[in-house]
């Protein structure tokens, strides 16, 4: 069975820019949350989405935003990229709204310059 | 708010040594609580978990034992190897699924 899968890998933009991350769940999860790793800060939960619908929201600006997809694949978008917004964004998954259990994918590694 | 507070390190071993990594938490109501370790240039894998008091949960050597009067869940292996060099992270699950974790200790085995 595939795992957690995340696009890109590593990823470059500048401050100011936009940028867009993808995660695929592990087949049959309807469920997908959005981590961010940053040096120093651990692992901060972002979003959760089920079911096509944003359930629960970290602690962060609106200028993170994200939207699930009628096949569970979800997107994170960024907008007005902070240099502190380097980081590593973990996508996890889990099959329903009920499990707590959390599959994590490998990651995209953000740098803002 | 649910919190978790683990061990900090980093930590050195050497191969065949016991490992205990402390692990201590917050939380209202039942939390399932895991471990998970993250690999160099790697995300988070799923190591071990327990969901209500008493439960051990274990994988691969570790186990854990959810204490819910001390609200501890401290990870142990009785022998490492040079294999297990990675970051560990204590984390729960409540209620909204906004897991928490900790902040994760390095733990590196020399041979």
């Known amino acids: 069975e595939a795992g957690v899968t995340q696009s890109p890998t590593h990823l470059i933009k500048t401050r100011g820019q936009q940028v867009t991350l993808r995660c695929s769940p592990i087949?049959?999860?309807?469920?997908v949350y959005w981590y961010q790793q940053a040096l120093g800060l651990g692992l901060q939960f972002l979003l959760w989405?089920?079911?096509?619908?944003?359930?629960n929201r970290g602690n962060f600006p609106p200028r993170f935003s994200g939207r699930q997809f009628p096949n569970y694949s979800s997107e994170l978008n960024v907008n007005a990229l902070e240099l502190e917004d380097s980081a590593l964004y973990l996508c996890a998954s889990s099959p329903d709204r009920e499990e707590d259990t959390q599959y994590f994918g490998p990651g995209t590694r953000l740098t803002v310059l | 708010g649910n919190s978790v507070t683990q061990m900090e390190g980093p930590v050195t071993l050497s191969e065949e040594a016991f490992l205990t990594i402390n692990c201590t938490y917050t939380a209202t109501g039942y939390p399932s609580l895991f471990w998970y370790v993250q690999y160099p240039g790697e995300g988070l894998q799923l190591l071990l978990k327990?969901?209500?008091?008493?439960d051990k949960g274990s994988n691969k050597g570790f186990e854990a034992t959810y204490r819910k009067e001390t609200t501890s869940f401290h990870l142990e292996k009785g022998s490492v190897q040079v294999s297990d060099s990675a970051v560990y992270f204590c984390a729960l699950n409540s209620y909204n699924n906004d897991m928490r974790f900790g902040a994760g200790t390095r733990l590196t085995v020399k041979p």
């Open positions: 327990a969901t209500k008091a008493d």
């Open positions: 989405y089920d079911e096509g619908e944003e359930r």
């Open positions: 087949s049959g999860h309807t469920s």
